[in-house]
């Protein structure tokens, strides 16, 4: 029945522009500082009655600690479903498999209507993409579980497989509801398999599954030398500087390469996979012209397998506006990417210590630790994957590749954590050119169109397999 969930797929793709329209134009950021807080209730209302619509039964939002609500709903296992093949010792077939469907409905902040090339909450068309804030990430994803299970039931009037599904509010803020919600309702989610649809392809057309995320740990530290600023003309010189110590030990994180050197982390890990050539990724990530790429291994090792570091932001006077002053104190908050086989309390342990010994001049050091996350490796192996790589690989017409993130998904750990039996996969309609997190993010409606029947077929093919 392939020719026939292409189809239908395809010819749903109207209905999945419509979608994407309608929860573009919510704007749910997941912050009431910035927006209402109604705006992710009404996103997520919007759910709740989309999949009732296909099929799922008892959709509803439930609170989680951090106050955003998650949505969930099921469909249990069809009567009509393909009953699996006896095992080979002639034992009885096994019970329809279940999948947990995931994806999140909030969005990251627009970082400047001024710097979007279309309006961020109305979904625009411009050369061949569906352009608006949360296109790609992750209401993009959305419309992609909504496309296939639409297909299902329009091809077979059922969805195969016994279904569950999971959407988190506030994943872009990296409060932790979910991760919270997940352990206290384990048999409100329990699956055989679950599809973590918040990520994407390599390219656009190439299949890929998402194998290892980087972990995640930030720390914000704190210098101070003085009581109160002072004139830089009376007193600079023997008076302490804080923003020149704090520049002086952010320095110290990399070398002269741009390579991320933290006392007691490894970072001359080499990356297996699918390798990242440097000319696509200086396109990618937007790279200045002239401007070289930094570190000495390949951009793969560099982007998926090494500890990376970055600068998130420094709290200094800015330069309209500043005095002749030496400053009182300076802060920043410093973010280090982890790689699979390192332990993030560990990696963050490393950094604050590396950043301790370098404080100079006995200024005075406070160092609070933000957030934690560890590194993640996906199932690559088993009855649910080999129904998806061949269901992927017959959705886009080439071999599957993959490849690591360098992003951080706390959930996939506690979803590994609860779930210890369950295949666990990162797929969905991202890709480079979407712009994630960024102005002017974009999706290929092709992508939505490939991994949705992705998605279906290996609803169709799992349901084969058994539990």
């Known amino acids: 029945m392939s020719a026939e969930l292409r189809e239908a797929v395809a010819g749903l793709m109207g209905r999945a522009r419509e979608d994407l329209a309608q929860l573009v134009a919510y704007k749910s950021v997941a912050d009431p500082k910035l927006y209402p807080q109604e705006e992710c209730t009404r996103t997520a209302q919007w759910l709740i009655d989309a999949f009732a619509e296909v099929g799922l039964q ?151 599954l998402t194998t290892t995320l980087r972990g995640m740990t930030n720390i914000d530290i704190k210098l101070e030398a003085l009581g109160s600023p002072m004139h830089s003309g009376m007193f600079g010189g023997p008076a302490p500087d804080p923003v020149a110590a704090l520049v002086a030990i952010l320095a110290s994180l990399r070398d002269t390469e741009g390579n991320t050197i933290i006392d007691g982390l490894e970072n001359t890990q080499r990356w297996e996979g699918v390798e990242y050539p440097p000319d696509q990724f200086r396109i990618d990530a937007n790279v200045l012209d002239g401007v070289e790429l930094i570190g000495s291994g390949s951009v793969a090792d560099l982007l998926w397998a090494r500890p990376a570091v970055t600068i998130l932001g420094i709290d200094i006077p800015p330069v309209i506006g500043s005095a002749s002053v030496v400053q009182a104190s300076a802060s920043a908050r410093v973010s280090l990417r982890v790689p699979p086989g390192a332990d993030g309390k560990a990696a963050q342990d490393a950094l604050i210590a590396h950043l301790q010994r370098r404080v100079p001049w006995s200024l005075r050091c406070t160092i609070d630790r933000v957030a934690v996350g560890d590194p993640f490796v996906g199932t690559l192996q088993g009855r649910g994957f080999d129904a998806l790589k061949s269901a992927l690989e017959e959705s886009y017409g080439r071999p599957l590749a993959t490849a690591g993130q360098g992003g951080s998904i706390p959930l996939c750990n506690v979803f590994a954590d609860t779930f210890p039996d369950a295949e666990i996969f990162l797929m969905g309609v991202e890709e480079p050119l979407c712009l994630i997190h960024a102005p002017n993010e974009s999706v290929n409606p092709s992508e939505i169109e490939h991994a949705a029947l992705a998605e279906a077929l290996f609803l169709e093919r799992y349901a084969r397999t058994g539990a």
Not at 158 to 185: H, M, Y
Request: proline share 10%; charged share 20%.
């Open 58 to 208: 008892e959709m509803s939002m439930s609170a989680t600690p951090d106050g955003s609500m998650a949505v969930h709903g099921n469909a249990p296992a069809p009567t009509s479903a393909p009953t699996p093949a006896p095992t080979p010792a002639g034992g009885d077939a096994p019970d329809v498999p279940t999948v947990l469907l995931y994806c999140h409905y909030d969005v990251q902040p627009p970082l400047g209507e001024e710097n979007w090339h279309t309006p961020v909450f109305e979904l625009t068309e411009k050369d061949g993409r569906w352009y608006g804030r949360g296109s790609a990430d992750c209401k993009g994803n959305i419309v992609m579980h909504l496309t296939a299970l639409r297909a299902l039931k329009q091809v077979y009037g059922d969805f195969r497989c016994a279904i569950k599904l999971i959407s988190e509010g506030s994943e872009e803020q990296g409060t932790g509801g979910l991760e919270e919600f997940v352990p206290k309702n384990p048999e409100l989610l329990r699956a055989d398999a679950i599809l973590v649809c918040d990520t994407g392809n390599f390219a656009v057309g190439v299949p890929t």
